[in-house]
């Protein structure tokens, strides 16, 4: 009965919380009740209208700097978020930072990381509390707990953002900032979801693709009694048909936590969530007996996810990423979003939770995992557990410009850079299927770039017949496969700083940001530090 009743409330997108006095093997506390996506913000009495030169929404490390920098240039600035946080996934979770080329990360995203300390391991409180005082130090006001409900538009122009709560924001332009693409989305901005064809641009890396990483090692078997197809699949397997090598569809890479780990004696056991179904593991039981317990390593190739102190990410053939479970996020409404993130939280707590105590697993195994748990000192409103789902890929934006692979091979050049990327091509899985009866991942891919790229400004800005006061540092206008490239947290500082220049500049030109003069906004950016062109270094001498 009481399970069951938990079982409806993570149905329902609710959160229990137990703290029973003595943990045993098989109960262990859940986390916190505040770890929510969506919480209702009470409505305001009375409704305040927010005014502003320059709006940002969105709590992303881009609207950080996007707003810092328009102060800085003397325009007034807020930031609204969601939530109670600002700094997204950097402050999020993710502090193993993706770097690619270290000397192409100029501006406020190099001052960030020499003010953390560091550029890769620093402590995800520390990245909020620099970010913090970064905007602090600006001026910037953060305003919490707003929820877009709709954009007002003035012919081509944003006139107005209402938020749920009955507030009003107002500004002569604005940023978003979100993971998601939510702000231009309400604006009708074009945009896209999924995959393009690799058609569509003239790719190669983009659509259905069937690589080896991140992959079964070797067969296994997908349906519940082996060998017979009758008997259904294992759960987490698609019998969908995967489509055809390069074919667009409407997938998304996949999600996770990116969860804080110690081996400290006061770290917190890993939680035994609302709901728990060891069936969901079955085909990760399955992979892992069929060899050995020596021949897995824990943040190897073979996975099955990452333990090491700090920052873990997704790891092998069956791991934290919930591969399938993300499809209607982008476009899904606030309490959808809060369903597939309360089924997210449920499937990567279940997992570890299954590695420690399931008796499918090998004891050696077990201990492994049993001998790590979250940092104390982390999350803690949240039991130890992020706040942030890593959205890997939301809505990206079809502007006058659309980067592709093509760019980040290098294969074509755009002439009005706004910041440099230089990570690869990285893409997560999308769909698990069967191919001749055994499952396979598809989707993943890690392609290098062979030097940084500009990232063009046409790309962050809308076209003018939509939209003409709005900049997109976060969902810029790419393909799937190049956003692979572009979707690193060093970058979104760079683009929410030149986004809050162009921002400001187009202010003082009284102008819509696609007729700002490109030389005026290069000027600025290269005097305030950014790096807009890559040279390579010199040889070393002999």
Known sequence: MVRTLLALLVGLGAMAWFSPSSPSQDQVPTTSKNLRYYTPSPKADPPRTIKADVVAYGGSPAGVTATIQAKRMGKSAVLIVTGKHVGGLTSGGLTATDVGNRGAIGGMAN??????????????????????????????????????????????????????????????????????????????????????????????????????????????DPYKIPGDPKSGLLWGISPADPGKPGEGDRKV?????????????????????????????ELLARYLN????????????????????????????????????????????YQTRERIFQDHVNYQQGLKYFMCHDPSVHPKLREQVKAWGLHP????????????????????????YVMTEHDCLSKRKADDSVGLASYNMDSH?????????????????????????????????????ECENLLVPVCVSASHIAYGSIRMEP????????????????????????????????????ADGQILEWKEPPPKAK
């Open 111 to 220: 001052e960030f990381y020499q003010r953390v300390g560091q550029l890769r391991g620093f402590r995800p409180s520390e990245a909020e509390k620099t970010f913090r005082a970064m905007l602090a130090d600006a001026g910037v006001e953060i305003i919490e707990q707003h929820w877009l409900s709709e954009v007002v538009m003035d012919g081509k122009r944003i006139k107005a953002l209402k938020f749920e709560n009955g507030n009003t924001a107002e500004g002569l332009m604005y940023i978003d900032a979100t993971y998601e693409g939510d702000l231009f989305a309400k604006a009708k901005v074009s945009y896209h979801v999924g995959r393009e064809s690799n058609a569509t641009y003239g790719e190669t890396l983009n659509g259905v693709q069937f690589r080896d990483k991140h992959n079964f090692l070797f067969p296994v």
């Open 253 to 281: 890479q996949a999600y996770n936590f990116r969860v804080f780990l110690t081996q400290a004696p006061d770290r917190l056991p890993f939680p035994r969530p609302p709901g728990y179904d060891p069936k969901r593991y």
């Open 290 to 333: 069929a060899k050995d317990p020596s021949f897995w390593k824990f943040g190897a190739p073979s996975g099955p996810f990452q333990l090491k102190e700090g920052d873990c990410n997704n790891d092998g053939a069956f791991s934290t990423d919930y591969i399938g479970g993300n499809y209607d996020w982008p476009e899904g409404d």
């Open 377 to 400: 000192k982390e999350f803690v409103e949240t039991g130890g557990w992020p706040h942030q789902l890593y959205i890997r890929e939301g809505r990206r934006m079809i502007a006058d």
């Open 429 to 465: 899985n999308c769909q698990r299927v069967v191919i001749n009866g055994q499952v396979r991942n598809e989707g993943d891919v890690q392609v290098r770039c062979p030097m940084p790229y500009p990232i063009s400004y046409r790309s962050i800005r809308p076209k003018k017949t």
């Open 491 to 526: 970058v979104f500082m760079i683009l929410g700083q030149s986004a809050g220049t162009a921002a400001a500049l187009a202010i003082d030109g009284k102008v819509a940001v696609q007729d700002l003069d490109y030389a005026r906004l290069r000027e600025r950016l290269l």
